[in-house]
């Protein structure tokens, strides 16, 4: 996803999770193939079970057991 870069909105800033979607980043998605999206998908999949600990890994499974991402799932190359 070269060239694509999502910046937070300064209104957001230390409310915590929020985010606000602008129209740009909206047509920007929209032009995005499958596979760029796929791509995009996997990346941030792998970007937040690596920043987890294995306990935090295992504790989401308590409500979602059937969510588990199998590693041959996850990027290697990031």
């Excluded at 870069?5 to 193939?33: A, D």
């Amino acid at each position: 996803m070269e060239g694509i870069t999502y910046e937070p909105i300064k209104e957001n800033e230390g409310i915590g999770f929020s985010y606000t979607v602008t129209e740009e980043q909206v047509r920007r998605h929209q032009s995005l193939s499958p596979e760029e999206i796929f791509d995009w998908i996997q990346q941030t999949a792998t970007f937040i079970y690596e920043l987890q600990t294995p306990e935090e890994r295992e504790h989401k499974y308590i409500f979602k057991p059937n969510k588990r991402i199998p590693l041959e799932f996850l990027r290697k190359d990031i």
